[in-house]
């Protein structure tokens, strides 16, 4: 197989689990935006964290919520767990990698507040500790994962939501899930400050 064409094959791919997960996950991640849309409205935050691939995700969702989306509105409070280094690398040393996000989660979130995990395995033990710590702390959960969900999934509540995609491959899932911010950041902004 030429490069073009193993290319190629990486659009296809691309373009055909998000056809599957455009129909499966739109109720889902309606469900999502309308959760993170409430807890903003009750002036909470939006935590969010992940690992890898999945921090910058999560950095990202927190970006786009702080600065803009697509329309011009007023900045919204989120937090991204995964951005401050030198809290990551104290409570790493001082503690365990376990534990890097449940102790932001106890020591900043709120019932009013959301987390938001990112895991394409669905098996990261720092993320499942941090919905430990958030459902200790009454608040909600949003999950983005993969392949069969792993063990996040089996750690979420009944008002929690999971956005599992469809597919087995990391870089697919991932593609989903930037994807899927970004269908969040767009309807939380039009409920909350646009007319569709």
Do not use: W
Not at 15 to 29: N, V
Not at 46 to 64: K, P, R, T, Y
């Amino acid at each position: 197989m030429s490069a073009t064409d193993q290319i190629s094959k990486h659009f296809e791919d691309s373009i055909a689990i998000k056809q599957r997960a455009s129909a499966e996950l739109a109720p889902t991640i309606a469900v999502a935006a309308d959760l993170m849309t409430s807890t903003l409205r009750a002036g909470g935050k939006i935590l969010s964290c992940g690992n890898g691939g999945s921090a910058g995700d999560a950095q990202h969702f927190s970006c786009e919520l702080l600065n803009r989306f697509e329309m011009e509105r007023p900045g919204l409070p989120a937090i991204a767990l995964v951005a401050d280094s030198l809290t990551l690398t104290a409570i790493a040393n001082d503690y365990t990698f376990e534990e890097i996000f449940s102790k932001q989660v106890t020591a900043l979130g709120n019932p009013t507040d959301c987390l938001l995990v990112i895991s394409t395995s669905g098996n990261s033990q720092n993320i499942i500790a941090a919905i430990a710590a958030a459902h200790a702390r009454d608040m909600k959960v949003i999950a983005l994962t993969g392949r069969d969900g792993g063990a996040i999934g089996r750690a979420l509540d009944a008002d929690d939501v999971e956005i599992r995609v469809p597919d087995e491959r990391t870089a697919r899932i991932q593609e989903v899930h930037l994807l899927v911010i970004h269908c969040l950041c767009d309807v939380i902004d039009q409920m909350l400050f646009g007319k569709n």
